[in-house]
């Protein structure tokens, strides 16, 4: 424990952010870092609690009190070495994480909890800083040969594990550049490219090969992976976007989110439009240039996927942004049915809404209305009440009698979320059995498909979820895997963090 009554001294605080105005110019990071007074300060909050609930929040099990303490003793490799032994990528979920450990923290039942997200984004940072992050290729290799299709956080996580068993690995990826989601999901205010390109180059030096624009099931058969490779490992993600089932649906001007971020990413990586559209970009990518510049934006989803759509508007220059959400308002902090240390349904307001956003609740679309030339004119919308269940969740809902009106709006993005990966291709090709959500079928325990040589991780099998479980499914996928070709497996796993933290301790 870093200092013993430092939970009682300092409160919890994060950097700061560049203005609003200023940031709204260019699609950079914009948190700043702590100096190392505040980061010292913000790791002494850490109690070092005899049951640690934070390990239990992480899906990673990081072994938070420990890194916290060296921290605070100001002993970055150790720090590192602790992070790194749980968390591939730290600096992923250090900017993108919604931080399930924070909510878990003990500290939180009557203060705010310690800033674990930030100390670790920065022991990361300072780590690569300070040069402790090298390329480290294993010395002996297996001979066997691992095919990981998909690059996003889990089928890197995956190709990293795997590597570092000594097996040869290529990671096949459709589009153009490594990184998945993280790259042509996330904004780049959020995610920068050049940490995805830093921790790709590490992860080539040390032996992992990807071929991007390589679309499995098209460019290259799923047949000839299944002959080349020993074992296959499918970590695509829940792409599949959900729909808004409604009349006018097919007007000009209403989009899905990924459409709309997608491009914009790339107009990031290179201003060059033209260039962009020689390149190719899949399908309906690219069918019509998509911005917000000068409209009235109404963004159809409240999750994390609408305020980015929020932010990125914001940026375009829209007239005005508005975002709907089906479901009434969360609660400001904790009820009765989410008691600490649950995962909390609280309302979340992101730097994107403090960027400009007018927020609605409780709303549903019943029409997109047409003018005559088949754009997008205006929504019909309607105000609903819901029936809460005792612990208070919502249930069912009906609409509220004279609320239907008209909006309205020159753009619709729809972030409504994923309901499952693509069917075609890779999973048609090789048969793979399917659960009941869509998602490929595979038992958390070992990771494999109804092939006997497959498995699947990430959203994938699980479904949308988030980044820290991503890379906790490609970890635990890899040690699976290299029980199957090897009989046991070093790898570790989450259940050893427990045991790790124990030695620390």
């Known amino acids: ?49 005899g049951v640690p609930f934070c390990h239990s929040g992480c899906p990673l099990g990081n072994v ?42 003990v500290l939180g039942i009557n203060q705010p909890p310690v800033a674990i997200e930030e100390i670790e984004k920065h022991i990361i940072e300072i780590a690569f800083e300070k040069g402790f992050i090298t390329a480290n290729a294993p010395i002996v290799r297996t001979g066997k040969k691992i095919a990981v299709v998909g690059s996003g956080p889990a089928g890197m996580a995956a190709a990293a594990q ?22 042509y999901g996330i904004p780049d205010f959020k995610l920068e490219k050049w940490v995805i390109d830093r921790r790709v180059k590490l992860l080539e030096e040390e032996g992992v090969v990807f071929k991007c624009n390589t679309n499995v099931g098209t460019d290259i058969s799923s047949g000839d992976l299944l002959r080349e490779f020993h074992a296959v490992v499918l970590a695509g993600g829940s792409t599949i976007p959900r729909d808004l089932p409604v009349k006018g649906r097919d007007a000009k001007g209403v989009y899905f989110a ?68 089906l479901l009434p308002q969360p609660p400001d902090s904790r009820t009765n049915a989410m008691p600490w240390p649950t995962y909390p349904m609280l309302l979340k307001t992101t730097s994107s809404h403090d960027e400009g956003c007018n927020r609605h609740w409780a709303i549903a679309t019943k029409e997109v209305i047409k ?42 993005l729809l972030a409504m ?75 570790e796993s989450k259940e050893s963090s427990i045991l790790f933290s124990f030695i620390q301790g």
């Not at 560049?18 to 870092?33: A, G, I």
């Not at 991780?457 to 290299?482: F, H, N, P, T, Y």
Request: proline share 4%.
């Open 1 to 49: 424990m870093g200092k013993p009554t430092g939970f009682l001294e300092f409160t919890r605080t994060l950097p700061g952010k560049r203005p609003v105005n200023d940031r709204l110019h260019d699609y950079r990071e914009f948190v700043d870092k702590f100096d190392e007074q505040q980061l010292n300060q913000q790791s002494a909050r850490c109690m070092n609690c």
């Open 64 to 105: 938070i009190p420990e890194f916290n303490d060296a921290v605070y003793r100001k002993n970055w490799r150790e720090a590192y070495d602790i992070l790194s032994y749980t968390n591939n990528f730290p600096e992923f979920t250090g900017r993108i994480c919604p931080a399930p450990c924070e909510s878990a923290c």
């Open 162 to 183: 795997l590597n570092k068993a000594g097996h040869t690995v290529t990671v096949f990826e459709r589009d153009d550049k490594p990184g998945g989601l993280l790259r």
């Open 258 to 325: 990924m459409q709309f971020l997608k491009q914009q990413n790339k107009r990031v990586a290179n201003p060059n439009v033209e260039l962009l559209k020689e390149r190719g970009f899949e399908g309906s990518d690219w069918a019509e240039e998509i911005t917000a510049t000068g409209k009235h934006v109404v963004v159809i989803g409240g999750g994390d996927t609408g305020s980015d759509c929020v932010g990125t508007s914001n940026r375009h220059g829209a007239a005005s942004v508005t975002q709907f959400e």
């Open 371 to 412: 003018n005559e030339d088949g754009a997008i004119k205006a929504l019909r919308i309607v105000d609903l009440e819901w029936e809460l269940a005792p612990d208070g969740r919502p249930v069912k809902f009906q609409e509220r009698t004279e609320t239907e009106r008209e909006i309205p709006c020159d753009l619709v």
């Open 417 to 491: 979320g994923f309901v499952h990966p693509q069917h075609n291709g890779v999973i048609a090709d090789l048969e793979l059995e399917l659960d009941e959500r869509g998602n490929v079928k595979a038992s958390e325990q070992q990771f494999q498909t109804t092939l006997q040589k497959v498995f699947a991780c990430g959203d994938m099998r699980r479904g949308q979820s988030l980044v820290v479980w991503a890379i906790s499914e490609g970890r635990e996928c890899a040690r699976k895997v290299d029980e199957y070709l090897m009989g046991t497996s070093l790898l």
